[in-house]
């Protein structure tokens, strides 16, 4: 493809790109699948990299990360942004509109109620329609500057190119991670046997703070805007800067609501107090803004807030209830999970039986009784929590609960490892629900994606000891199929044809799923990449382990401790004797011969590209990627920030050292 044409090319993938992104998010509407949308992007991301030149800086491919930033600019706010009163009742409220009609001294006013979202706060500037900054709070006066993550944000439009916007303006809104997302991040981490996050709003917090963009993008963040600013923006009302910010494609939630006064204002909290628990992401209150802008001059500010806002503060829904006892759940890396079983009580919306305790401490903590009455809340989550006793029912004579010294479905003691909050049931390979949940976890669908097994399936050809580990699975016969309940030939012929097909699955999907402690889809795809077959990953030292990306202490030692066991070990070779894909496939095609057989070793930080990028650029022109340095190697691929230790044995060894440009000029030939 010569330039030109690639520029056309890059162009109208880019609308394509952009169209179907604000038909959904804008819009709320699809005419193409995903996967139609995955291959735009795709195709525009490739583009992107063999002509680097070409890439926009809007280009929609920055959603799907690839910054990493070292440290965050600090930024000063042009408009210092400020924080809200806070008001819980009525009466509060009252008097708060007493303050705003004796302020604007008898003229009339209006109200525009929001909801509070409960996320961070980020203030958006915009240069010549350009998303150019993307500052935190901090302290309300200095904040960072997180754009690369906050572009991976698909609501955000990267591009405002509406003729009526001014030359610099600045859009405030909230961050926040929806419930839905942060469900599904936390089942991810239960699954890999990580500690899963306390709160959507924290979790949204900390991902903006990530130096990798990239993880920041599997995330999946959201913002709504609530609040314009910038000079000469020909605005008059609050109103009216709400639906300019919407027209110009930033999302708004549809739940405001201008009211003519505070009863008005009174109706709008009453009536999203009931309804609140419905909606996507979590809500602590209501934000009640003076309309005029005039008006809001008037009024001004305090040291620390607008005079013409305050926001109403929604009491946690939380109601009392007995607990009838404790149960204790087994997952599949054997964590001990206690679980709250209360008289049923109806709390916004659903009736409650059961609440989540988290761990041992947290019972400690609350100094919990068999026969209680508790506090049950329900957060941004579905699943309650425990939040307090109640000590004034407490019945005399109940005694401290006594955590389970034992695991509750194969009776073995527990134990508990340093630094860590849970208790562990260390019988791995013959504790039923650590057995089950291994195979689970190895069918699933991000894993091996035999979706013609279940739950129960799985359940009976363990009960019938025909199942122990995942390769069992491809030992299994016609004939072992059909001593299952119901299973007729069609069924048991489908289900081996969904094992046999697992066969297919790539290297990095066979990684997750023999389910090392710590190595999720991500790491896994990490690995996969940066060792490229299962022999190598499964005899590399703790040193070469810590050189792929993102891989630190803690999953470097799993995956070590993971082969040290012998039984491990022999899973993988039945695997292997199996069929399964345990090496990568050469994915990238060669595309010149240039390196010729040359080997490298890439490492620190680059300017221009991804490590991932040099990776397929010295694959494709015919050259070889190490992970450590030794004699044999041919170049290292030196970034910013390498580790000394490194050069200094590439010095002694007489590899040479190059840089970026050179890399480039290699490729030239
Ligand atoms: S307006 C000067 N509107 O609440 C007024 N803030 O304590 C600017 N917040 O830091 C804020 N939803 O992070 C406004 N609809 C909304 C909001 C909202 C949530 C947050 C915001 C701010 C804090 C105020």
């Not at 169209?19 to 998010?25: G, M, S, T």
């Not at 525009?112 to 350009?130: A, H, N, Q, R």
């Not at 069992?472 to 016969?477: H, N």
């Amino acid at each position: 493809m010569t330039p030109a044409e690639a520029k056309k090319r890059i162009e109208h993938l880019t609308q394509q790109v952009n169209y179907h992104n604000d038909l959904y998010y804008q819009k709320h509407r699809t005419e193409i699948s995903d996967f139609e949308f995955d291959r735009l992007l795709a195709e525009l991301e490739n583009l992107e990299k063999q002509f680097p030149n070409l890439r926009q800086p809007d280009s929609p491919t920055q959603r799907v990360g690839g910054t990493i930033t070292k440290e965050f600019e600090s930024v000063t706010h042009q408009y210092p942004m400020l924080s809200l009163g806070n008001t819980y009742s009525e009466e509060e409220l009252r008097d708060f509109d007493g303050r705003v009609a004796k302020g604007l001294a008898g003229a009339a006013y209006e109200y525009f109620c929001e909801l509070k979202f409960d996320g961070v706060s980020i203030s958006l500037i915009y240069e010549d329609g350009l998303l150019t900054k993307a500052i935190t709070r901090g302290d309300g006066v200095r904040g960072d500057n997180v754009v690369a993550n906050a572009r991976t944000i698909r609501s955000l439009p990267l591009r405002v190119s509406a003729k009526n916007r001014s030359a610099r303006f600045e859009v405030r809104g909230e961050v926040f991670l929806p419930k839905k997302e942060f469900d599904r991040l936390n089942k991810e981490l239960e699954d890999v046997g990580e500690e899963t996050y306390a709160n959507a709003r924290n979790t949204a917090s900390g991902t903006l703070k990530l130096q990798d963009s990239t993880e920041v993008a599997r995330r999946k963040l959201d913002c709504f805007a609530y609040y314009l600013l910038g000079e000469n923006l020909d605005i008059d009302t609050h109103e009216e800067a709400i639906h300019q910010i919407e027209k110009w494609g930033f999302q708004v939630s549809p739940t405001y609501r201008k009211c003519q006064n505070i009863d008005e204002v009174l109706t709008y909290i009453h009536h999203w107090e009931k309804r609140r628990s419905d909606l996507p992401l979590e809500t602590d209150g209501v934000v009640i803004k003076v309309n005029s802008l005039a008006q809001q001059q008037q009024l001004g500010f305090t040291a620390k807030s607008p005079r013409w806002a305050i926001a109403y503060k929604y009491k946690a829904e939380s109601i009392a209830t007995r607990l009838n006892g404790v149960t204790y759940q087994v997952g599949r890396t054997g964590a001990v999970t206690p679980v709250a079983e209360l008289e049923p009580v109806f709390l916004a919306g659903t009736t409650v039986k059961r609440a989540s305790l988290h761990n041992a401490n947290e019972i400690a903590r609350l100094d919990l009784r068999i026969g209680d009455f508790v506090f049950v809340e329900k957060g941004g989550e579905i699943i309650p929590k425990v939040t307090a006793v109640d000590l004034d029912r407490r019945p005399p004579n109940l005694r401290p609960l006594q955590y389970t010294r034992t695991c509750p479905e194969c009776g073995t003691t527990l134990v508990r490892e340093e630094g860590e909050a849970a208790y562990y049931c260390p019988n791995t390979t013959g504790c039923p629900p650590q057995i089950k949940g291994r195979i689970e976890h190895f069918i699933q669908r991000k894993a091996m994606d035999i979706d013609s097994l279940g739950e129960k399936t799985i359940d009976q050809l363990f009960a019938l000891g025909l199942v122990k580990t995942p390769a069992d699975l491809y030992d299994l016969k016609k004939e072992d199929l059909l001593k299952l309940d119901g299973f007729k030939d069609k069924s048991a012929s489908n289900i081996l044809a969904g094992i046999a097909e697992s066969r297919k699955v790539p290297f990095e999907a066979v990684l997750f799923a023999i389910g090392i402690r710590y190595v999720g889809k991500t790491v896994a795809e990490k690995l996969a990449r940066h060792f490229a077959s299962m022999e190598k990953l499964q005899t590399a030292t703790l040193e070469q382990l810590l050189e792929a990306p993102e891989v630190g202490e803690k999953i470097a030692q799993s995956v070590v401790q993971f082969f040290q066991d012998r039984r491990n070990r022999e899973e993988v070779a039945r695997l292997r004797k199996a069929g399964l894909h345990l090496e990568v496939e050469q994915r990238v095609a060669p595309v010149s011969q240039v390196l010729g057989n040359k080997s490298f070793v890439i490492s620190g930080v680059f300017r221009n590209y991804e490590r991932e990028q040099l990776q397929d650029l010295i694959l494709a022109n015919g050259g070889r990627v190490l992970s450590s340095v030794s004699g044999k190697l041919d170049y290292l691929l030196a970034g910013e920030n390498m580790g000394p230790a490194k050069r200094e044995k590439a010095e002694k060894l007489g590899v040479r050292i190059i840089s970026e440009e050179d890399f480039e000029r290699l490729l030239k030939g």
